[in-house]
């Protein structure tokens, strides 16, 4: 008869207490078991307990995906972490406990562990590598250093410091391990092979671990997840048995179902009634009320079996079939939306209706799917094509109703009118179908219910007022009935009388309404004749109207033609809509590169086509890059070649202009453009110069140079800080001619101010005026000198020291601040500027706003100069 430990532990402890009462911390045998008893069970086991219960919360709380490889081990929640946050410091706190009272115990190392692990949770993952090595340094039993080591591999993992996770892995491989810690390794072991993205390992390990392992949830997950990994590397068969074994595991529903499911997947088909056999299954499936809730999933491995065979007529309605059933299930409605879309898209060519389909799966996939990015783009250039199509289409439409008479057009109208009117009236009459149909069976339902006995109880048993959907649908029946009323007296009157002031009220309305009705109300032949207005209005009879018609049917040929040959890889339509453009537009300015684009195509197909198109390139083209690549097909390599050297040249120009050797860098910028007329680099080079010239020729000549740039390579990467170097220049000028309308008085007989400028800083702006006041309190302490901070304009504050009585007491002091005594040495990574200034000539800086419009006048007047 076996005794359970754990349910007389507190008894077996008051034993030990006693029979060790005498020397508790001695070395016999009762003491020691004493301390392995407690270490266990009062700390260690208490620790243990607390720690499975987070990690299980992490594990549940882990939604699967089932659209991807499963995760061997949930990632880690930090949400989930600090949420039990107690918890975790408690495994610490009880692991310590073991560690630091129960010293003799061989708890000890298995304590440390704990505390290692919890240290991982907490993202601590340098103290949890400490706590872990310190284990695998310092017990001496081999086994649980190797569990120290498993662990190891998890928090190396974690980190990202992947190498030494590996190394852990390689090292354990060669030691001999028990059947728990090899587990233990192979599980971390597929786990850090997961993350790295090695599945060969993954499979490898995994399969390892699942000999070590007993029947049961945890198994049955580690199957499917091999089932997983072979039926991607097309091992239809191995997948099938990993499938069958998880259910031999007792696995939770959901693993259950997915796990049948993806049997239906990899199961091998000979013969039609295989195919019959899958089929029957899925509508077991469907029929089954437990697999209500995974009905869009059922529905899209329908679609994707009949996809598999061929069948694309029966696939589409199952897709949309799973749409309607995905409720709350975004991601899997958009792996369906997303299906339809490449189907409308790859084999039915219906680009308008893939358009739709890649709408909305971009909109509603999650972002951590590994095809959006797919999505993302494929739903741009769909969005792209229908623009250019739509573009085309409209417009020609709007000039072939240009060309028509007014007799035709009128017809034309009255026949669309007539089409609108008739459509209009059959929605009507099917919606007052509906109307009766919905009335009809509302009261066959009432008349089969019957009438029914009011109860105090409510529909599930209990009293009515218990149950909270009852009492809800009763006061929305009540407000139906009476109206939203407050709790009062006699409210059925009070109803009443309300009911018919409401009456009347609507009844003035409707009459003003009808009033107002008749007065604008117009006879049938003034509404079609303003319907006819607005129809002819819409035709673009103007011929400028035409002509921007026509710019933007151009241009919508064109990029339509390149989605075709480059977005969508369909040459042939390409190669229609390239030469639709040629013949409707032949002067168009896109010839040049459509001739090459022809010509390119019917290289492989038509050489005459293609020669009659590369002679037309050369002789009409000639300077462009597409007639050079016919002329010399090496022509692209070359200059790739000479767009090397150049960059060679421009990086040596460079550097001799930021060394002022101006002419030296202009002389090599002259000889490449000269030697390599053609490259990359011939715009950097011409901006180089004109930076050059501004120095060397003035302001004049650099604008010229600038604006000559902006003319020359308005697509270069560098056009927009060539213009803003021209704006800088406006800029300048605007600042020149505001300082020449500023006039300081040259009067000096009056009180000064030294004025210190600084770039807008809050911190500076505390620190600094009681700097400067303090400089004054040293030096010149007679003066008796104030300082404060002033705000000058959106980008300067400054500090206003005042008041000097005379000009050469403030001249004194500006050559003593800007010695070497000068506070402002504490912050010398900053920009100032200082000065000394009269009362009346502050008035006008101040009100100028313009920082440098006194430092002219400063110099000429004040005797400053050290």
């Not at 040259?746 to 500076?764: C, D, G, I, R």
């Not at 010695?819 to 006008?844: G, H």
């Amino acid at each position: 008869m076996s005794i359970n430990i754990k349910k007389y532990r507190n008894l077996i402890l008051s034993l030990l207490l006693i029979l060790g009462a005498c020397s508790p911390e001695n070395s016999g045998i009762v003491g020691y078991s004493y301390h392995n008893v407690t270490a266990k069970y009062n700390a260690y086991f208490i620790a243990n307990e607390k720690l499975q219960e987070v990690l299980l919360e992490i594990e549940e709380a882990h939604k699967n995906n089932f659209n991807r490889v499963l995760m061997v081990k949930a990632p880690i929640d930090t949400n989930i972490v600090n949420a039990n946050t107690e918890k975790v410091e408690d495994v610490i706190k009880k692991a310590s406990i073991a560690i630091q009272r129960h010293k003799v115990s061989k708890w000890v190392d298995d304590s440390y562990i704990l505390v290692g692990i919890a240290r991982m949770l907490n993202q601590e993952f340098e103290e949890s590598i400490e706590t872990l090595k310190y284990v695998n340094v310092n017990s001496k039993d081999e086994q649980t250093k190797y569990l120290a080591l498993t662990h190891l591999i998890r928090t190396f993992t974690e980190y990202g410091e992947l190498n030494n996770a590996l190394a852990v892995i390689d090292y354990l491989n060669r030691q001999k391990l028990s059947k728990s810690n090899k587990r233990a390794l192979y599980l971390n072991a597929a786990n850090y092979y997961q993350i790295t993205n090695n599945p060969n390992n993954l499979i490898r390990y995994l399969s390892e671990a699942i000999k070590l392992m007993p029947k049961g949830p945890e198994k049955a997950k580690m199957h499917f997840i091999l089932g997983q990994l072979y039926q991607k590397s097309k091992l239809d068969a191995v997948a099938y048995d990993n499938y069958n074994e998880v259910l031999s595991n007792r696995p939770p529903y959901e693993l259950s179902f997915y796990a049948r499911l993806n049997m239906a997947q990899v199961t091998e088909l000979s013969k039609g009634e295989d195919v019959k056999k899958i089929r029957k299954y899925f509508e077991q499936l469907l029929k089954d009320g437990k697999n209500t809730e995974f009905k869009d999933k059922i529905y899209y491995e329908m679609a994707e079996f009949e996809l598999k065979q061929d069948n694309i007529t029966e696939a589409i309605p199952f897709y949309e079939s799973s749409i309607q059933e995905s409720i709350d299930n975004l991601r899997q409605k958009s792996f369906s939306y997303h299906k339809l879309g490449l189907i409308y898209f790859d084999k039915l060519k219906k680009y308008p209706l893939a358009k739709a389909y890649y709408d909305s799966a971009y909109n509603i996939m999650p972002k951590d799917e590994s095809i959006y990015p797919q999505v993302e783009t494929r739903h741009d250039v769909l969005s792209d094509f229908i623009k250019q199509f739509n573009t085309i289409h409209e417009n020609d439409s709007l000039l072939n109703l240009a060309k028509m008479d007014s007799s035709a057009l009128n017809t034309m109208f009255l026949t669309l009118r007539n089409d609108r009117i008739a459509k209009q009236e059959e929605e009507e009459k099917k919606q007052k179908r509906a109307e009766r149909n919905q009335a009809a069976n509302t009261k066959q339902s009432a008349f089969e219910e019957g009438p029914s006995l009011q109860t105090n109880t409510a529909p599930g048993g209990g009293f009515y007022f218990y149950d909270p959907s009852t009492v809800a649908q009763g006061r929305n029946t009540f407000k139906r009935t009476w109206g939203d009323r407050s709790l009062q007296d006699d409210w059925r009157t009070k109803r009443n009388q309300l009911y018919e002031e409401n009456n009347a009220i609507e009844n003035e309305n409707e009459l003003a309404m009808a009033g107002q009705n008749k007065a604008v109300e117009k006879s049938e032949e003034e509404l079609i004749a303003d319907e006819r207005s607005e129809f002819f209005n819409s035709i673009p009879f103007d011929t400028e109207e035409q002509q921007q018609l026509h710019e933007e049917m151009e241009v919508a040929y064109y990029k339509l033609g390149n989605i075709y040959n480059f977005d969508i890889q369909e040459k042939q339509d390409a190669v229609k809509t390239y030469e639709t453009l040629l013949e409707r537009y032949p002067d168009t300015d896109y010839r040049a590169e459509i001739l090459y684009l022809l010509y390119i195509y019917y290289q492989e197909k038509e050489l005459d086509k293609a020669s009659t198109f590369a002679d037309e390139l050369v002789q009409k083209f000639p300077d462009t890059i597409f007639a050079k690549l016919i002329k010399n097909p090496n022509y692209q390599e070359e200059s790739n070649q000479a767009s090397a050297k150049v960059k060679v040249i421009y990086e040596k120009a460079y550097r001799l202009y930021q060394n002022e050797y101006y002419k030296e860098a202009l002389k090599e910028i002259n000889d490449g453009l000269n030697n390599y007329p053609e490259n990359d680099y011939e715009d950097n080079l011409k901006l180089l110069e004109a930076l050059i010239t501004g120095v060397l020729d003035g302001k004049n000549a650099y604008r010229f140079k600038l604006q000559t740039f902006l003319e020359d390579y308005p697509e270069s990467d560098v056009y927009d800080f060539a213009k803003s170097l021209l704006a800088a220049i406006d800029q300048l000028d605007k600042k020149q001619q505001q300082k020449e309308q500023i006039k300081y008085i040259p009067f000096f007989e009056q009180a000064h101010y030294f004025v210190v400028v600084y770039e807008k800083n809050k911190a500076l702006s505390g620190v600094l005026p009681e700097e400067i006041e303090a400089f004054g309190e040293k030096f010149f302490p007679d003066q008796n000198l104030n300082a404060g901070n002033l705000v000058f304009n959106d980008e300067y504050s400054m500090v206003l020291l005042s008041e000097f009585n005379q000009k050469n007491a403030a001249e004194a002091f500006y050559k003593k601040f800007n010695s070497d005594l000068s506070p402002l040495k504490n912050f010398s990574s900053l920009n100032f500027s200082n000065f000394i200034i009269s009362k009346d000539n502050f008035q006008i800086y101040y009100q100028a706003k313009v920082v440098d419009s006194y430092t002219e006048f400063f110099n000429s007047n004040y005797q400053v100069t050290p």
